[in-house]
């Protein structure tokens, strides 16, 4: 460290110099961490990737809302149908492709016994996405 002079001559006085090796050897070692690090760095791979043909979305299919009122009655997309009724439009909406939801939704005061009807009525048919609509 630069703190005084060798010289016989001086008076133990402090040199106010920096010493500059230990900051030459830092700045070496940084040097040579860039030039090793940015080759890597910017190094890509080259890749052939796949062209993807595009092709229409499909649509998605219209989804039912079977409802069920307090006194039992069946409503399909808001219109009041029969059991009879129920289960015809059942059986073709499980034939159309894709498949709609099927979204049942009952009132809390309606018998568990006429959603149980529902559920086996689209199980029967063929249906298999089954939903059930609530509110928080």
Do not use: C
């Not at 129920?86 to 979204?103: D, G, K, M, S, V």
């Amino acid at each position: 460290m630069a703190f005084g002079k060798f010289d016989s001559d001086s008076q133990d006085e402090v040199l106010s110099e920096i010493n500059m090796i230990p900051l030459i050897d830092v700045m070496l070692v940084l040097l040579i961490v860039f030039i090793i690090t940015v080759p890597v760095i910017r190094h890509a791979v080259q890749l052939e990737l796949p062209q993807a043909a595009t092709q229409p979305s499909q649509e998605r299919p219209q989804t039912i809302r079977l409802a069920i009122d307090a006194q039992g009655q069946y409503h399909w997309n808001e219109a009041a149908i029969s059991d009879e009724e129920l289960q015809t439009r059942l059986t073709a909406a499980a034939a159309q492709q894709p498949q709609p939801e099927l979204h049942l939704s009952g009132d809390k005061a309606v018998r568990y016994e006429r959603v149980a009807q529902a559920m086996a009525a689209a199980q029967r048919a063929g249906l298999g996405k089954i939903g059930f609509l609530t509110r928080p």
